[in-house]
């Protein structure tokens, strides 16, 4: 992303969702390198995936953390 | 005269390189999980009361977020400054980053304390919490000294 990372925009999201009162949205990062896994999370994401993803991993991960969210 | 109070939430490595360097200055509080910091957090005691949170990017298997979000969502706690370090052995290739999303979370400072000698980390440590204690809440603190 041109202005900020992964890391810095899951900071300013949860930052803004905290501010305004929002429930957190899950974030999954999606990466080829660079950060891992123990970072991703610190920071207030939810999940890690890493690249090459499998289809079967994604669905694993949307399925976990979509299921019981409606759509607004 | 009181000690100022200090929780620690950090790992192994973080809570030794934070009780080398501030021990003999500051009433330090360690905790390893969590659910540890919340209870010393909670403590009603009014001597009780921490006046920094040192956490470690590592804490409880990273959710460090999870404690900083406990602690900005509880009353008496969402002023409280808080301070994180990087003390796990290893290099991290997106520290820039780490360090933006560090101030970004609100952070008075961020300490890359892995790569350090003994006497420097220690050195950084304690600069880093006078400026904490100096500097007053709410005031972008990051960008001052804390390198």
Redesign the interface.
Known sequence: MPEMDGLQATAAIRVYERENNLKPIPIIAVTAGGTNEEIALSVGMNEYLAKPVRLEQLRTALDKWLSGRVAP | MTRKRILVASTPDGQYRVQQALASSYELRFASTVREAQNLLTEKLPEHAFDLLICG???D?????ELL?FV??TDHLDELPFLIIQAKKGA???MD??K???K???ACGFLELQNMTASAANKALRHAVEEAFQTPVKEERIDKGSD
């Open positions: 990017v590592h804490f298997d990273s959710r460090l977020y979000s900005r969502d991290i290739d997106v980053s780490l933006g999303s560090a970004l979370l609100g």
